[in-house]
């Protein structure tokens, strides 16, 4: 009886492997066994790391929008808390980018914080 090597299966999931092992380094590129702990690693990294981007970017924003209002004359704690008094539901991310690119705006929003903690 003829053996059955189920070839084309094997090649697909071999295949599968190599395609996202690209650009690895020495053997972790074209060795299965090596290879395929390397692509499980990196997959690891990467769910890990796409959780970690979102942290960090919320860091950079809160900084960003901390520099922005002390040079506004309000504190970040403050600013916040002025604008959810005031109901501006405008996100970090927003105000971050408005504190970089368009300043003028930023000081309109930091004075409408400061007129509702004021009141």
Not at 24 to 49: C, E, I, P
Request: charged residues 30%.
């Amino acid at each position: 009886m003829v053996r059955v090597t189920n070839a084309v299966a094997s090649r697909k999931r071999k295949k599968r492997i190599f395609k996202r092992a690209k650009g690895f380094v020495g053997d972790r590129k074209n060795h299965l066994r090596l290879t395929s702990d390397a692509v499980m690693r990196a997959m690891a990294f990467n769910y890990r790391h796409r959780k970690h981007n979102k942290r960090n970017f919320r860091s950079l924003w809160i900084v960003r929008i901390g520099i922005a209002s002390k040079i506004n004359g309000i504190s970040y704690s403050k600013m916040m808390n002025g604008l959810k008094k005031a109901g501006c539901e405008i996100n970090r991310k927003m105000l971050a980018d408005l504190a970089v690119h368009d300043p003028a705006s930023f000081t309109q929003i930091a004075n409408t914080a400061k007129m509702a903690l004021a009141s």
